[in-house]
């Protein structure tokens, strides 16, 4: 079959000048058009464009995600398959529980609670590009050539519970006053002139916490927090703080606990009827 190779400023990827973790501002695919249209197979690198200064640039963790969502809004693609390790978006990382369920239909709200609390299979920027040019996503196993999970706009009940999400080498600050915003922050917590924060670990830096995120479907779940504090209280495990909102109830575990921690919840929400073990239903 007749191919073509491009890097990403050959297809007209324009990003910021963020080197390193760039976003992409604009995409001007004359060349990947021309070639579709000699019906050619494009190859396209991906994870990189040129900066508005004309300047290599690198899109950051999970670029070549956001590369092909970028390409298939550019192109008014019908649908942007992404092929992995992992048979799509599960309700828990299930190498950890093997119990964990494949979401085979997700709306982009609940994928992108989902990435960006810590789910690894898919870059929270592809998610939130397919959001914004309505561009149905799937995500699938290479090894299977098979799509686990379709990410569209329609709204899809997957229960109370869509997910756990996990994020590790953590470290826990707390001061007085205002807290910095910080690029490396994942959580903060401010009341009464006191905050606390929870920020990546840095290179060589003793991170020893984890963030656990119940992603909800958008609404409270009722009875949750408790059940959850419960829960971890049983099983010996304790918490170094904890968060609630409408989309998620997170908690932060010393991560040689945290394994533990995931298998646990996850099973609660089972029990609870939180995370649903069916297929999903459309919201009409």
């Not at 799509?88 to 979401?103: H, N, T």
């Not at 959850?228 to 010393?254: C, H, M, N, Q």
Request: proline residues 4%; contains cysteine.
């Amino acid at each position: 079959i007749s191919a073509v190779s491009y890097t990403g400023s050959q297809v007209g990827i324009i990003t910021d000048t963020r080197h390193g973790e760039a976003r992409i501002v604009d995409i001007r695919p004359v060349r990947l058009l021309e070639a579709l249209e000699s019906d050619k197979i494009v190859v396209v690198a991906g994870f990189q464009g040129v900066s508005i200064d004309k300047e290599i640039t690198t899109l950051g963790r999970g670029g070549s995600d956001t590369t092909a969502v970028a390409l298939a809004a550019a192109i008014d693609a019908d649908r942007c398959e992404l092929m992995k390790d992992v048979d799509g978006l599960y309700s828990a990382d299930p190498s950890v529980v093997p119990q964990a369920r494949c979401i085979e239909k997700a709306d982009y709200e609940s994928a992108l609670r989902l990435c960006r609390s810590g789910t690894v299979a898919l870059q929270p920027e592809a998610v939130r590009i397919a959001q914004e040019h309505r561009v149905p996503l799937g995500v699938g196993n290479t090894a299977k050539n098979a799509i686990g999970t379709i990410i569209t706009d329609a709204p899809y009940d997957s229960g109370e519970v869509v997910g756990i999400a996990r994020r590790d080498h953590l470290v826990r600050e707390q001061g007085v006053g205002q807290a910095i915003q910080r690029g490396d922050m994942v959580r903060l917590t401010e009341h009464r002139g006191r905050w606390v924060l929870w920020r990546e670990g840095r290179r060589g830096e003793q991170a020893p916490l984890s963030a656990l995120s119940l992603v909800t479907s958008g609404r409270p779940v009722p009875g949750l927090p408790e059940a959850v504090r419960e829960r971890l209280d049983t099983e010996g495990i304790a918490d170094a703080g904890y968060i609630e909102s409408p989309e998620e109830f997170w908690v932060s575990v010393r991560t040689d606990q945290a394994d533990a921690a995931v298998r646990s919840l996850h099973e609660l929400c089972v029990q609870m009827g939180w995370i649903q073990t069916g297929a999903p239903r459309e919201v009409r």
